[in-house]
Antibody
Framework: QLQLQESGPGLVRPSETLSLICTVS??????????WGWIRQFPGKGLEWIGS???????HYNPSLKSRVTMSVDTSKNQFSLRLTSMTAADAAVYYC????????????WGQGILVTVSS | DIVMTQSPDSLAVSLGERATINCKSS????????????LAWYQQKPGQPPKLLIY???TRQSGVPDRFSGSGSGTDFTLTISSLQAEDVAVYYC?????????FGQGTKVEIK
C-alpha cells in the first residue's frame, strides 16, 4: 500500500524559507503514470494547490506562488521536496503531499499533512 | 484561474435520505478531444487528509461505496449520496484539474439532521 509522509519544521519565522520533504513508501516515485504534488489547507479549511512534479524533475507551479516555490525530486531516496521562500503569516497552513494518478489528474494518495505555523 | 463554487455551504440530512451537493465552475472543464470532464470530488473528515471519491466527474474511485455518485458536464456538477450513513458526515470538496492552477471549491459540510 502506497504511503506518503511529510516531514519538516512545524514553525517557521516570517521572511524565512519553508522546506518540506515527502517520503514515499510502498511504491516507487519513478513512475511514468504519476505526478507528485503539494497542496495546502488554510485554517479556514480552504484548499490551495501549490504544484506538482514528475520524477524527471518537470514541474507545474501555481502561478500565484511561482516566484517563491521550488519543488524537486530525489529518486535515490524516493522523496520529493517543497521550498517556499519569504514566508508570512498568510502561508500558515497544513501542508499535504500527494500523488496524482496522471497529468492532469486528481490526487489519489495523500500524506497525513504537517501543520506549519509562521511566527517569530 | 477557474473558480469553483459549491452549494450549499452546509447541509443537514436525515440518515438514509439523499444528500446532493452542487459544484459550478467558472469555465468549462470538459476536454472535447477526449470527452473527459476534469472534475473530482473529495471527502474530508476531521483530522484526516481529503480522500478521493469521484474523478472524471462520474467515475467512482476504487473502494468507494456505490451510494456515492457524480454527474454533470461542462460547468455544472453534482455529488449525490443516495442514502446518507453516519460515517458520511464530512466536508466535501470539488476540484478541477483541467487547467493550472488546479482549484477547489470552498467545501460543503454534511451533517446528520
Amino acid at each position: 500500500q502506497l504511503q506518503l509522509q511529510e516531514s519538516g519544521p512545524g514553525l517557521v519565522r516570517p521572511s524565512e524559507t519553508l522546506s518540506l520533504i515527502c517520503t514515499v513508501s510502498g511504491g516507487s516515485i519513478i513512475s511514468s503514470d504519476h505526478y507528485w504534488g503539494w497542496i495546502r489547507q488554510f485554517p479556514g479549511k480552504g484548499l490551495e494547490w501549490i504544484g506538482s512534479l514528475y520524477y524527471s524533475g518537470r514541474t507545474h507551479y501555481n502561478p500565484s506562488l511561482k516566484s517563491r516555490v521550488t519543488m524537486s525530486v530525489d529518486t535515490s531516496k524516493n522523496q520529493f521536496s517543497l521550498r517556499l521562500t519569504s514566508m508570512t503569516a498568510a502561508d500558515a497552513a497544513v501542508y499535504y503531499c500527494a500523488r496524482d494518478f496522471g497529468s492532469p489528474a486528481p490526487s489519489d494518495y495523500w500524506g497525513q499533512g504537517i501543520l506549519v505555523t509562521v511566527s517569530s | 484561474d477557474i473558480v469553483m463554487t459549491q452549494s450549499p455551504d452546509s447541509l443537514a440530512v436525515s440518515l438514509g435520505e439523499r444528500a446532493t451537493i452542487n459544484c459550478k465552475s467558472s469555465q468549462t472543464v470538459l476536454d472535447r478531444s477526449n470527452n473527459k470532464n476534469y472534475l473530482a470530488w473529495y471527502q474530508q473528515k476531521p483530522g484526516q487528509p481529503p480522500k478521493l471519491l469521484i474523478y472524471w466527474a462520474s467515475t467512482r474511485q476504487s473502494g468507494v461505496p456505490d451510494r456515492f455518485s457524480g454527474s454533470g458536464s461542462g460547468t455544472d456538477f453534482t455529488l449525490t449520496i443516495s442514502s446518507l450513513q453516519a460515517e458520511d458526515v464530512a466536508v466535501y470538496y470539488c476540484q478541477q484539474c483541467y487547467s493550472t492552477p488546479r482549484t477547489f471549491g470552498q467545501g460543503t459540510k454534511v451533517e446528520i439532521k
